[in-house]
Every structure is written in structure tokens, then in C-alpha cells.
């Protein structure tokens, strides 16, 4: 699209996951809407959906979390069925392979409610004692562990994939996209009036997303909103063992240690949310021998043995309030302003369902399928957190 003046029924700004799932809903509810989403790199150099680990659990304490993950999990177990472009079906390398949380034994009453909880909203989440935990996982040391909490039907798959796959669907429905950065947005009183672009076009419509994950809480104040929400990196990691170990479901700790395996070895890595947050895609490859290495060899003494292969950097869209996603409409504010970001490491899993979420409350007004109120902007304007309590 050429630098002009355009007007769309909808602009969404940021053409990651979130932009794109919001886009796709929008285009089912409302064939004949004309939506534009606006992402300035089509490479997706730096967007963190395709530098995720591509894990999908129901393993969480807030029940909109349980009932996001438990929706987008199927959608995504079922890609190739709804998101064929003519004879092409994306394929987004679906692995069910499962979730494994394990806490020490003051930790296991709270593993235990949320299991529960989990399981009434529809989730499969067995509860695993130590022993049992062995005879499944040999190379496990159990020894200081009181529990673990194992989702069998979760699983992991490509990001880029997912990405690309709603994308190219997303394309095929009509929605134009706008190859440029949004660098300020016209307000009046009570509305978005319009976005100016960095090729200098202008884009006018009735209803405004922002969807720019990392880069949200800089699009929200060129309206003059406040998101609390910030850049935060976190380190991937491809690393083998020495020798020949079982398959890792994704296994989780209290410390934030997280892997799975993949192909000949596994993925993950240790967040530290205390990273200074930026824009900072810098790799310490001493973080894995530090911090990673040691903590994973203690919880399979055979990674004693292992080889770091590559590390990568990408930022989590980290809400600062309560490490939750801020979806919904600026009520108060700007009223044809709506936001989807902040999920905080979770935005990939729960991308099908809260692009859907928002896509109601954009065509129909209101909520359908999820009630996702309480993830709305209106706690960030009270501070009011509204947190996880599980694992992260
Ligand atoms: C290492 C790592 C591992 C992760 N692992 C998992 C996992 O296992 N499971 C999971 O669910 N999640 C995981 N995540 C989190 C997940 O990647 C994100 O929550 C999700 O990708 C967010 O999608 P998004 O569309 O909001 O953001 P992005 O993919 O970053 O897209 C935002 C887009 O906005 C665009 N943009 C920015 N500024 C502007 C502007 N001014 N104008 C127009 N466009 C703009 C950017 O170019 C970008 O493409 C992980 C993240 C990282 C970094």
C-alpha cells in the first residue's frame, strides 16, 4: 500500500500472533469488515512470537488462563483443519507431549488446589507422587520433590509456523496488510481519530487494536494511555546430554527452570524476571553454564554431561502490574482503543483464544465464548492486580 490517506473499519497496529489471531476472528465474524493490520517487518526479525519456545499448558490458577489455554490448545491440536488456504494446509508441528510441574513438599496443598481447579475447567492434570514421578521419568531426581503435576493432553509446536499459518489464512480473507510503523496516533476527546505512519500515509478508522506485544505500552502512549507493560528478555537455549536420556514432557519448577525435549536433546531455559528491561537482544553465553546448567543437572544428574548448542534472546511482553495479559476496550478513555498484549511468556498458547476474545467484544460488542473482563484495562486504572499464583 502506497503512503495515502486509507480508511479501514478496523487497524490493527502490530502483525504478530496477537495481531494476526485478532485479525482472522474479526474477518469470521464480519466477512465484510475491511481490516488492515499494520506490521513494519515482515520478517519478524525481532517480534518475539517466532522466537518462543511454542509450549501450550492448562496448567495455570486464574481460571480465564485455564480456559484460554484449554480453547487455543484445541484450535492449535486442530490448525490444519481451519486454517487451510486452498489445497494448503499449515502443518504447525503439533507435539503432545505433555506438561510436568514438580514443587518441594511445602508446595504440594497448592499444586493440589490448582489441579483441581484445573481439571473442573475441563483441563487433564494427573497428580504425581515422587515414586511415581520415578517410575515415569528414571532420570529424575526426585529426592527433594513433594509432588508433580502431569498435563498429558498439552504439548508444544512451531511458533513460526502458527504464525504463519494465520497469516497466510489471515490474507486469504482480505485483511490488508499495511507494510509500515505506526508512529503516532490523532485523538480527540473520547476517540482515536487516526494513525500516521512512518512513510507518512494516514490511516483512518472506526475501531483501533494495538497488538504490538514488547512495543504495546510505546503505541499506547502516542494515544496517551499508560501500560504498564515492558520489554523483558529471556534466554532459549538447544542443548543435549552426553548420554542417551528418556523424552522430557515441558518440565517446569518453582525457580522457573523450564525444558522439554526436542529432536536429540531438549529446549528451554531458566527466566530470570529481574532482567533489566529493554529492548536488548544480547546473548550472555555464560548464562546457560551458570545459571541453566546447574539447575537442570541437579534435577537430571545425567544432564551432568550436556552440550549448549545455541542460545537465543527474545523479549516477553511482561505486564508489570501482575504478569497477566491486558485485553479489552480503553472504557474510560479513548473508546474505539482496544489492546491485546502483555501475556507476559504466555502470549503464543493463548493467542487463538484471546484474538477470538477480542474479536467479540469488536463485532458483537460483548463477550461470547470466554469471559475475559477481569483481564481488562480497568484493573491496571484501579491497580489492581489480578495475578497467577501458579507456576510461571
Ligand atoms: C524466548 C521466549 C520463549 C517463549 N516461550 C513461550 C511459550 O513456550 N509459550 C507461549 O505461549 N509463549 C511463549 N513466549 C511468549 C510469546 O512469544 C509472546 O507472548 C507472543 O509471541 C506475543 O505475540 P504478539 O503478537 O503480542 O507479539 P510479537 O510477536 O512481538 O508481535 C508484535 C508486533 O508488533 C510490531 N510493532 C511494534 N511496534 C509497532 C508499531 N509502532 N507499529 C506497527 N507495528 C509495530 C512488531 O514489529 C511485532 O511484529 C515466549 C517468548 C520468548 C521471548
Redesign the pocket.
Known sequence: MSAAHTTFDIAI???????CSTAHFIKNMAPHASVAV????PT?E???????????RVQFTCPENIELSRDSIEFIRTFHEHMAVGDTAPDVGWVEGGYLFIVPPEHVQALAGNVKLQNELGGVVHLLTPQELKARFPSMNTSDLGAGAHSPHDG?CD?HAL?WGFRRKVASQGVTFVK????AIDVDATQVQALTLDDGARITATAFVN??????S??AAMAGMHLPIAPMK???HYFTPATPMERLPYVKDLARLAFRSEGQGFSG?LVDGSFQRGFDFEVDHTYFERVVWPAAAHRFPPLEAAKCHRT??????ECELDGNAVIGRWTSGLANFYV??G?????????PAAGRGLAELIVQGAYQTLDLTRLGYERVERNAPYRETGIL
Do not use: K
Not at 38 to 41: H, L, N, Q
Open positions: 497496529i502490530g502483525g504478530g500472533l496477537m495481531g499494520i506490521e513494519p517487518d519478524y525481532f517480534a518475539s512470537t517466532p522466537r518462543a519456545s511454542g509450549g501450550c508444544w511458533p504464525l509500515a510503523r505506526v508512529n497488538a504490538a506485544g514488547a512495543w504495546s510505546q503505541v529471556r534466554y532459549e531455559g537465543w534472546a527474545g523479549l516477553y511482553e491485546i498484549a501475556f507476559s511468556g504466555h502470549g503464543m498458547m493463548h493467542a
